[in-house]
């Protein structure tokens, strides 16, 4: 702190430092508390001919995108930025590598006017968090500047900064105040000392700009100032003891008072303080005690929101202690309930720091859905494991969030494990939604056994929801998903078609899981047309970046895969199944009968990319979920299919015969013309005529007839004029006693 009373020490010394810098593109400030990091950045906005764009780093901003959307509204407020980052922020699940941070990246580097973005505090940043900082900090252009505060090095590539010449630094030292800049800060606090008395002091602090403020207003009522200065120590025990003993005990008791229990509040308004101590008048309490040298922070320019300044809030929290901590517990208590219309997320700080589990859990849960649905995850996390898991047993709704995140995370144990607490019979009965949500949970991650077991179970429990709750669009994605694969199409398409109108209000990536499965139903009925828009609706306007990251999206990106090989896109579908596989190999014990249809799909896919091992790998894994999931009659239908495809490629590797050219040459014995095979394969008659030839070359023929009686001769085909059932495994019109073909007249 660099504060005389109601007026700042001007930093001339370091505001030239400042100025010397503007040539490099990173300011580091870094010292610890009470060094004046914040006033410095204050007067730079001042002394500086740039805008500046200001965010004060809160824990809470180690979600990476709380923090980009704080960056993004600070950048605002110079002018606009880019909607495209907007719209990556707003996604399904933003994709902070791939599509948000260079987004972030882009929008700096293409701002019209020099500006400087100062960042406070920013040694809270841990993590994910501390790699957007990094890549901030790269991507500040020429002429502007990224200004850090600091209480220890941030987590950045400070050498190579350093080696580029683009990073200027203050540290401890810069920051300590000179000899003549402690008697400016005296003079402006109004006590009188000497020179000497000034030396000697600011020898004794080290020149600590908060330990200086802090002697002078005890020095300014001390009979021998002189003296009493040589015995001041700078060390934190020491001022907190000043603080303590020379600033609080001269406050009115009832002052003293309202500021211990309001300590509890990292920011201090006057309804919010009224609300807490249940009183009156605290807006002009907080105005009068601001002009009393108290420490106290402006935060506006209308004096209507404070904060402290650390140690003085320090210094009052324990003294809070001291009082016992249920005094403690309850004004954090009370502090949650009062905050938590205007801000949810400081109100569930209040009830972690208050240690009340229910509380915590009332405050959670409503927010869970939209949360886990927006890649707030990182968020839930931090609330969860400050709690830990004692606390999270011992409430409902807690439990429910955390088998929300370990489903997210692809963990049905953790599923089980969360909603057990719950669902078991030995413990007392709970609130029947809750009891149902558990269920539905369950249904969704951790399925085992037959279809319509969890089908009917995931019915009950979700008739217990209300028609507008956030979790009816998973409801329907079960049960439509459940119905499809037994072979109730009609049903199934009405269920998932409703589960997609919910998502796209409440929860975008369930409306991208509904349309993966209608779209694998319109291939199975032929549509490959439909298919294929279902498929360009999940990944419209870039909806669902992000979605690589959780590992219970891994059937999108399978179904994804599957339509674009059946399109013929090799490239893209080729991409979106290894996306998939990687997905996959990340569940943990998850649903059943979700894993073992990505599995197949895959297959599938596989097949038509022409890779028959990998298929015929994918199927040997599902055959023990396929084993347990026996009403699964689609699945079981694409399984069967998809193996006769495999082995007669496996027959054709002696040619080769690649599984695109086997699936042409089971259409030769029939009497379909190239342009009649083209339409049933969903390829152009030009890939037929190609394909056909290729055939030929392998086969050592020149015509459709001799190719057809080498490849029985060969083994490749059955015998009779239609060769090995045209076409096992391809999912056109050609198959039309597949299960689940059109049974509805849909479209």
């Not at 076409?727 to 689940?740: E, K, W, Y």
């Amino acid at each position: 702190m660099a504060s005389g009373g109601d007026r700042l020490v001007t930093r001339t010394r370091l505001l030239h430092k400042l100025r010397a810098a503007r040539d490099h593109t990173v300011v580091l400030l870094t010292a610890p508390a009470g060094y004046g990091k914040s006033t410095l950045l204050g007067q730079w906005r001042s002394d500086d001919d740039r805008p500046f764009a200001g965010l004060a780093v809160e824990h809470r901003h180690n979600d990476p995108v709380l923090l980009v959307s704080s960056l993004v509204a600070a950048l605002e407020r110079i002018e606009p930025v880019d909607p495209a980052l907007h719209t990556a922020l707003d996604s399904v699940r933003p994709d902070l590598d791939q599509i948000v941070i260079p987004r972030l990246v882009d929008a700096i580097r293409s701002r019209d006017r020099p500006f400087v973005l100062a960042l406070d505090d920013v040694h809270l940043l841990r993590g994910e968090a501390a790699t957007v900082l990094a890549a901030l900090a790269e991507a500040i252009p020429a002429g502007s500047g990224l200004a850090l505060a600091s209480r220890e090095e941030p987590a950045l590539p400070l050498g190579r900064l350093r080696a580029r010449r683009l990073l200027a630094e203050l540290r401890a030292a810069d920051l300590a105040m000179t000899t003549d800049e402690a008697a400016e800060l005296v003079r402006l606090a109004g006590t009188e000392l000497s020179d000497d008395a000034v030396a000697v002091l600011t020898r004794r602090t080290e020149g600590w700009p908060a330990g200086l403020y802090l002697s002078t207003l005890s020095l300014r009522a001390s009979a021998d100032a002189e003296r009493d200065a040589e015995l001041f120590a700078g060390d934190d025990r020491l001022v907190t003891d000043y603080v303590r003993d020379e600033l609080l005990a001269r406050m009115a008791a009832g002052d003293r008072g309202f500021m211990i229990r309001t300590a509890v509040l990292d920011e201090l308004e006057g309804a919010a303080c009224d609300a807490l101590i249940d009183g009156t008048g605290s807006g002009a309490r907080l105005r009068r005690l601001s002009r009393s040298n108290l420490l106290l922070v402006p935060l506006d320019g209308r004096d209507q929101r404070f904060r402290c300044h650390a140690l003085l809030r320090e210094t009052l929290l324990a003294e809070l202690r001291r009082r016992g901590a249920d005094e403690e517990a309850g004004l954090h208590r009370r502090a949650a309930r009062v905050l938590a219309a205007d801000d949810i997320e400081r109100a569930i700080g209040h009830a972690i720091a208050a240690g009340d589990p229910l509380l915590a859990g009332e405050l959670i849960w409503p927010i869970t859905s939209d949360y886990a649905s927006r890649g707030r995850e990182a968020t839930l996390r931090m609330w969860t494991e400050a709690l830990g898991p004692r606390s999270i047993a011992g409430s409902p709704e807690l439990c429910l969030t955390a088998a929300t995140l370990a489903m997210s995370g692809g963990d049905g144990a953790g599923v089980e494990h969360w909603t057990g607490f719950i669902l078991d019979p030995r413990s007392e009965p709970i609130e029947g939604s809750l009891t149902a949500l558990a269920r539905i949970l369950r249904a969704a991650a951790a399925a085992r056994g037959p279809l319509r077991d969890s089908r009917e179970e995931l019915v009950a429990a979700a008739r217990k929801l209300e028609e507008t709750s956030p979790w009816t669009s998973l409801c329907r994605l079960i049960e439509g998903s459940t119905l499809w694969l037994s072979g109730q199409t009609r049903l199934a398409v009405e269920r998932l078609e409703d589960g997609a109108r919910r998502g796209a209000r409440e929860t975008p990536s369930v409306e991208a899981l509904c349309r993966s499965q209608l779209a694998l139903i319109d291939l199975d009925e032929g549509d490959v047309t439909a298919a294929g828009d279902q498929i360009d609706r999940v990944l419209a306007d870039h909806r669902l970046y992000g979605l690589h990251q959780a590992p219970a999206h891994a059937l999108v990106f399978a179904a994804t895969a599957l339509v674009r090989a059946v399109q013929g896109r090799s490239d893209e579908a080729s991409r979106e199944l290894r996306m998939a596989a990687s997905l996959l190999d990340r569940l943990r014990d998850f649903n059943q009968w979700y894993e073992t249809e990505t599995r197949i799909v895959l297959a599938r896919a596989s097949l038509l990319l022409d890779d028959a091992a990998g298929c015929r790998r994918l199927l040997a894994d599902a055959e023990g979920g396929l084993e347990a999931v026996a009403d699964a009659a689609v699945l079981q239908a694409w399984v069967e299919r998809s193996r006769l495809e495999a082995e007669a490629g496996a027959a054709g590797e002696r040619w080769p015969l690649t599984p695109a050219e086997l699936r042409l040459l089971h259409r030769l014995p029939t009497h379909l013309s190239f342009r009649e095979i083209a339409d049933e394969l969903y390829v152009s008659l030009n890939t037929v005529k190609t394909q056909t030839g290729s055939i030929y070359r392998k086969l050592g023929v020149s015509s459709r007839t001799e190719a057809v009686a080498c490849a029985r001769t060969a083994g490749l085909l059955g015998e009779g004029p239609g060769g090995a059932a045209a076409g096992p495994g391809s999912p056109g019109r050609g198959d039309a006693g597949a299960p689940g073909a059109r049974q509805d007249g849909r479209r």
